[in-house]
Nanobody
Framework: QVQLVESGGGLVQAGGSLRLSCAASGRTSSGYSMGWFRQAPGKEQEFVACISESGGRAFYADSVKGRFTISRENADNTVYLQMNSLKPDDTAVYYC????????????????WGQGTQVTVSS
């Protein structure tokens, strides 16, 4: 079992940047692939990015490719999502999740979830 806590959300103007963090406790996150998902009001949950256990492979949704970067620091049990060139369409609650079975863009593949952090991008 692993517990996940996100932080770093907030209000930012379009074109700005934020860095989200996801701190893992309990069984360390180093044995898990990690993902970031988001959910905007009235919309389904959406895959954003994921990273392999070692950090050697990362995958992104087309909507964020070139703007967002996922990374991890296994020594600190922390995963990051650097978000640049933010757009109003990026407004959502962002969740990190842990997957012991490998990288995936499907929310159903992740048994462990954080509580989410709100990101609001104003135009």
């Amino acid at each position: 079992q692993v517990q996940l806590v996100e932080s770093g959300g907030g209000l930012v103007q379009a074109g700005g940047s934020l860095r989200l963090s996801c701190a893992a406790s309990g069984r360390t996150s180093s044995g898990y692939s990690m993902g970031w998902f988001r959910q905007a009001p009235g919309k389904e949950q959406e895959f954003v990015a994921c990273i392999s256990e070692s950090g050697g492979r990362a995958f992104y949704a087309d909507s964020v490719k070139g703007r967002f970067t996922i990374s991890r620091e296994n020594a600190d049990n922390t995963v990051y999502l650097q978000m640049n060139s933010l757009k109003p369409d990026d407004t959502a609650v962002y969740y990190c999740a842990a997957n012991p079975w490998g990288t995936s863009s499907s929310p159903g593949a992740y048994p462990y979830w954080g509580q989410g952090t709100q990101v609001t991008v104003s135009s």
